[in-house]
């Protein structure tokens, strides 16, 4: 391994057909292919495999996340596209669901179709 080798990112799914629509439609992944055993997607030259469960329960913390210049407009983007951003009641968040750290960074999480937690973030 090296600092520069691609990176594989690994997300369950019980309904793959769900995953592949959020993933690809709504969130606008490249789609590469679609198997037995996942559904593939490229980003920036890394892959992102939707891997398909039986049964699982979701990680109660984020899992994946994209790093965005303008978070205020990828969040209303998304939101636009019906996508619901998630507002914790331990946070200090603004109405659109983002909350800034005390670094700075701010943040905004939401589910894909299985309760997956993924997030933007921007620095």
Do not use: C
């Not at 398909?52 to 913390?61: L, S, V």
């Amino acid at each position: 391994m090296t600092p520069d080798s691609k990176l594989i990112g690994f997300i369950p799914t019980r309904d793959a057909a769900r995953a592949l629509d959020f993933y690809q439609n709504l969130l606008g992944l490249r789609f590469v292919s679609d198997d037995a055993f996942a559904i593939v997607f490229e980003l920036n030259g890394n892959m992102i495999r939707l891997v398909r469960i039986e049964e699982f329960t979701p990680a109660p913390y984020t899992i994946l996340g994209w790093q965005v210049e303008d978070i205020e407009s990828s969040v209303k983007e998304l939101a636009a596209k019906g996508l619901a951003f998630q507002q914790y009641s331990f946070l200090e968040q603004s109405e659109e669901g983002i909350w800034t750290a005390p670094g700075g960074a701010r943040i905004a999480w939401f589910h894909d179709p299985d309760g997956n937690t993924l997030s933007l973030s921007q620095d």
